[in-house]
C-alpha cells in the first residue's frame, strides 16, 4: 500500500479492502475503501481513520510521508467503526493531537473508548481551524449517515471530504473517477454509485436536498469532493452533486423491477410470460430471483426502476419468508415515487400476493390492485393471463413515469 497526493500536500492515506463482501448485512461484491486523508501543513492533520483491521495500514501509508507522532489534529467526520476505529491506535503514536468531531460524535466516542485523556474539541457548522496555509471549515451533516456526520471542506484546496455521502463501495486500483471510468466504465460506477445510495442513504432524501443546497447557499467551491469510501471525484465534482439530488428526487428509469422467489418453480414460471408483456408494452424489465441474488442487489434494482412486481408463493398462507424480509428491508428504506404490483402461485389457500400489497400500502407506494395470483402449476390460460397483467401494469407504470417528467 501507499499514499497519493490528492491535493498540494493532502495524501490518500487509506486502506483497500478487497476482501469485505458482507458490510453489517449489505453485500459488497467488490469490496470497499477506507479513505483518510493526511494534510501536510504547518500543524499536520489526519482527516478520518479506517476501519481497525486496516489501522496498521494506514499508519504505514502515513510513514511513507512523516511520522504519526507529528500529527496535530484529527479530524473525526463519523464515528462508524469503519472510520473510527482506528483513532485509539492513531492516538498511541500522537498522544497530544487534538480531536475534531461533533458533539454527537464526541458521545458515541465515549461508548466505544475511553477518552478521558484525549484531546477534543467539539464543533459545529461553520467552525473553522487554520493548518497554516490550508483553512478546515466543519459542515454538520447529521443523519448522513448517523446523527454525529460531518463534512471537512479545505477551502484553498476547493476540496469537500464528504465522509460517507457521495461514495461507493469498490475496491480498486483507481483512486479518482477519471482513472475508474478509463479502467471501467462511467455505467460501472454508476451502478455503484445507485447501489451505495439505494442501500444506505435512501431513507435520507430529503436531508440530502437540503444540505447540497446548504452547500451551494455558502457557495463553496468545489473542484473535488473526497468521501470515505470508494473513488474521489476529482473530474465531475458537480455531477455526482446533480446524481445524488436525482435520487435524492426519487428519478427512475422508465423499467421494472421484478423480484421474485420461487419454491416448486410455479412462481418462476409466471416471471416469463410477464417479462414478455412488459417488454411488448415497450418497458425495460430485470428480473431478480432472491435467494440467488444478494439483497442488496435487489434493492438497487428496485431503486433504478419506477415500478416494481413482487413474486411470492404463498407459504402458510403468508409470503415466502425471503420476500417478506426484502419487504420489510425495503420498508426501512422509505421508498417513496415508485408504483407496485405482485403476482405468485398458490397450493389451496392463498394470501401472499393480499399480504404483499398491504406491504406497498405501509410504505405509502402507489399500487395497481389486484395482482394476480395462480393455484398450482400455471396453465396456458394462466400464462395469457400472466401476460395481459403484465401489460397492464407495464401501461401504469408509463401513466405513472409521465408524472415525473
Ligand atoms: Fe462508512 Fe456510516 O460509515
Redesign the pocket.
Known amino acids: 500500500m501507499t499514499s497519493y497526493e490528492i491535493k498540494p500536500d493532502i495524501y490518500w492515506v487509506g486502506a483497500i479492502d478487497w476482501a469485505i463482501r458482507d458490510f453489517h448485512g449489505y453485500v459488497t461484491p467488490s469490496g470497499t475503501t477506507y479513505n483518510n486523508f493526511l494534510i501536510m501543513d504547518e500543524q499536520i492533520t489526519l482527516v478520518d481513520t479506517v476501519k481497525s483491521d486496516f489501522s496498521r495500514h494506514t499508519i504505514k501509508n502515513i510513514r511513507t510521508i512523516t511520522d504519526p507522532a507529528k500529527i496535530t489534529n484529527l479530524v473525526i467526520n463519523?464515528i462508524?467503526p469503519?472510520?473510527a476505529s482506528s483513532i485509539d491506535k492513531i492516538l498511541e503514536l500522537a498522544p497530544e493531537a487534538t480531536i475534531y468531531i461533533t458533539e454527537k460524535g464526541r458521545k458515541g466516542l465515549e461508548k466505544q473508548f475511553d477518552i478521558s485523556k484525549w484531546n477534543i474539541k467539539t464543533v459545529k457548522t461553520g467552525d473553522a481551524i487554520s493548518t497554516g496555509k490550508y483553512t478546515l471549515t466543519f459542515l454538520e451533516t447529521p443523519m448522513l449517515?448517523?446523527p454525529d456526520s460531518m463534512m471537512t471542506y479545505v477551502k484553498e484546496a476547493k476540496l469537500l471530504i464528504s465522509q460517507?455521502a457521495f461514495?461507493q463501495h469498490l475496491a480498486t486500483a483507481s483512486r479518482f473517477d477519471d482513472e475508474f471510468i478509463e479502467c471501467a466504465s462511467r455505467s460501472e460506477l454508476d451502478d455503484a454509485v445507485v447501489d451505495y445510495y439505494a442501500n444506505i442513504l435512501m431513507p435520507f432524501g430529503q436531508l440530502i436536498k437540503v444540505k447540497i443546497a446548504e452547500v451551494q447557499k455558502l457557495g463553496l467551491e468545489i473542484d473535488m469532493i473526497a468521501p470515505?469510501?470508494g473513488i474521489i471525484w476529482r473530474k465531475d465534482p458537480g455531477g455526482i452533486l446533480q446524481r445524488y439530488l436525482d435520487l435524492a428526487n426519487g428519478k427512475a428509469n422508465l423499467s421494472i423491477a421484478v423480484i421474485y422467489d420461487t419454491m416448486w418453480h410455479s412462481t418462476e414460471r409466471m416471471t416469463i410470460p410477464i417479462m414478455q408483456g412488459i417488454k411488448d408494452e415497450g418497458v425495460d424489465c430485470k428480473v431478480i430471483k432472491l435467494r440467488a441474488s444478494p439483497m442488496s442487489e435487489a434493492i438497487k434494482e428496485f431503486w433504478k426502476a419506477r415500478g416494481c412486481l413482487i413474486g411470492s408463493p404463498t407459504l402458510n398462507n403468508i409470503l415466502f419468508p425471503s420476500i417478506a424480509e426484502f419487504l420489510t428491508h425495503l420498508r426501512g428504506l422509505r421508498p417513496k415515487n415508485r408504483i407496485t404490483g405482485a403476482f405468485g402461485s398458490y397450493g389451496w389457500g392463498g394470501g401472499a400476493v393480499k399480504e404483499a400489497y398491504e406491504e406497498f400500502k405501509r410504505m405509502k407506494l402507489e399500487v395497481v390492485e389486484p395482482g394476480m395470483q395462480v393455484l398450482s402449476r400455471p396453465s396456458m390460460e394462466d400464462e395469457s393471463e400472466c401476460y395481459e397483467f403484465a401489460k397492464d401494469f407495464a401501461r401504469k407504470v408509463k401513466e405513472y413515469h409521465g408524472k415525473f417528467s
Open positions: 463519523h462508524e469503519d472510520h449517515h448517523w460517507d461514495g470515505d469510501h
